[in-house]
């Protein structure tokens, strides 16, 4: 087992820190309610979440058309003894994982399976949110780890086998195919574009399941693979199709993801706006889904993610699930800690966060036949058969059963605003007397565009209390006030700020909420990382170990 000292722990952090601010260049766009009446909050009349609930994987549902299927031994009555110990433990909602090239090797196994499952959620009262499933977009584009699409939408010729799955600007071949499939321009051999033959795939899993009474409803996809600040409208432009679809057979909720990669700002622009333009455009009975894998810590990075999922949701009126959620050692396996540390404290701690916000629900991860290295993704063993919960799933017990018996005084039952504001700059022009200019790539001592002004145009908001003011400053200079594009509405914000040769390229901006809240972000306009403006350490005590182990947790998911 791999061991690092924090001291060792913190040079990869800082080493992975400087690498991205030398290398990855700065994009000037910085990185980055209509449920029926009885079902529009997972919050019940004293504002408790409700609606808590677990991953779920199958066996033939759970295929791919690459790999032979698992060594592991699939209890014979798993579902049963499953939907027993979930429907016995409080947990109200279980979120189903399929992969639609699960499909394609073998339909008959593969609904024979959902059949099973719909039945028995039924016994046990448990209801069921079927989702289709992908990662690295293909177990063939990705023979190794991928899952998820099926072999005959892949060309060969344009597609190598095994050329890479992933969402990062370097998987060339992936970035590609997602790219047609958002264009509506991708095929299968026989000529049939992807998001027909996606939403009659789907309209199988409807027709299979809608008629018990444990579905709940249907995810559209897992989260989509996203390139260019262009694609955001593309795929609200899909889920719409898909929704649409969907609508002809049933009226149970619909669910549509948040994008991959997860990170805020940068590149792609992954504001709060953009990242509602996802939703599609009829929203009745539909919810948005987040995903986080770490315990989202006051003024940390993944509490601005999940404050921006909220107001991305709150934009596209439609509540949000954070569907999958668990914590993880530090980083991709940099740390794989020997102790479980799925807490009742870190379900809490979501929870509150989740209540403070107005969340829907919460789906922790993962309840899986195959045992998982990180053992905080472990909700259930096997031995000789008999499913046994583990320590992780003993926590959403506890913590399910203190909710329900009032005994607990760590929710959150006050109007108290704890979670920080969140807001980047979205873009930066050089102003000057006879027009205005995308911001230089350099910019010298004795460049005249020194006596013209920057103006800078950016993004706030805070779904608790509300944003109070945002001000912005170049280098140590006067933080200086920015005025709000809209009146009475911080979502978006512009400011002017004159250049001066004895100024470096650090941006500080600085938001203060209505409850004293107060967050800043930084960075340069020239080499930055992908994260944009990155949180300061002065906004809260905490180290810069802690600051780096938040980007390096969140990198990959």
Known sequence: MMYCSRQKLFNIAAAIAILLVITIPLQIVLPANSLTDDENSGLD???????????????????????????????HDYYDQSFKILSNSGINFVRYLFFWEAYEKNPSLFLQELKTVAKTADKWNVSVVYTSDNYATSSYLDPTYG????????????????????????????????????????????????????????????????KNKSTMGYEILNEPHIYSSDQWKKIGDFNTFIVKQLRSMTDKLIF??????????????????????????????????????????????????????????NLADVPLCLCEFSVRGVGAGLVRESKVILSTENLFQVIQKLEELGAWGLGIWIWDYKARVNDNFNLVSIINGTLIPTENTKHINNTISMIQSGNSNQTNQTTDDTIYPVGNITNVLVENKTNSSSLPTTLTVNSSNF???????????????????????????????????????????????????????????????????????????????????????????????????????????
């Open 147 to 210: 899952y998820g699409f099926p072999l005959f939408l892949f060309d060969s010729n344009t597609f190598p086998k095994g050329s890479g799955g992933g969402f990062r600007p370097h998987n060339i071949e992936a970035k590609l195919w997602w790219t047609k499939l958002w264009d509506r321009s991708l095929k299968s051999i026989n000529g049939t574009d992807a998001w027909t033959l996606q939403a009659n795939f789907l309209k199988k899993i409807v027709s299979t399941v809608d």
């Open 256 to 313: 549509y993801d948040r994008q991959v990669p997860s990170d805020l700002y940068g590149y792609l622009n992954a504001s709060a706006q953009n990242i509602a333009k996802m939703a599609p455009s009829n929203n009745t009975n539909v919810i948005f889904k987040g995903t986080i894998f770490t315990s989202p810590r006051s003024g940390s990075y993944t509490e601005n993610r999940l404050h921006t999922y909220q107001e991305a949701a």
């Open 451 to 557: 006596t013209d002004k920057l103006k800078i145009k950016g993004e706030a908001f805070d779904v608790g209390s509300g944003i109070k003011n945002v001000y912005v400053r170049i280098d140590n200079g006067t933080y200086v006030l920015a005025n709000q594009t809209n009146h009475g509405d911080w979502l978006n914000w512009d400011a002017s700020y004159p250049l001066s040769h004895i100024q470096n390229d650090t941006f500080t901006v600085k938001l203060e909420d209505n409850a004293g809240n107060i967050e800043y972000v930084a960075g340069h306009w020239k080499p930055i990382s992908q994260y944009g403006l990155v949180q300061i350490s002065e906004k809260v005590p905490k180290s810069a170990l802690d600051y780096f182990i938040d980007i390096i947790r969140d990198f990959f998911f």
């Open 45 to 75: 009349e004293t504002g408790t979440l409700e609606d808590i609930g677990i991953n779920m994987r199958g066996y033939y549902t759970a295929q791919t058309q690459n790999r032979d299927p698992s060594k592991e031994v699939f209890p």
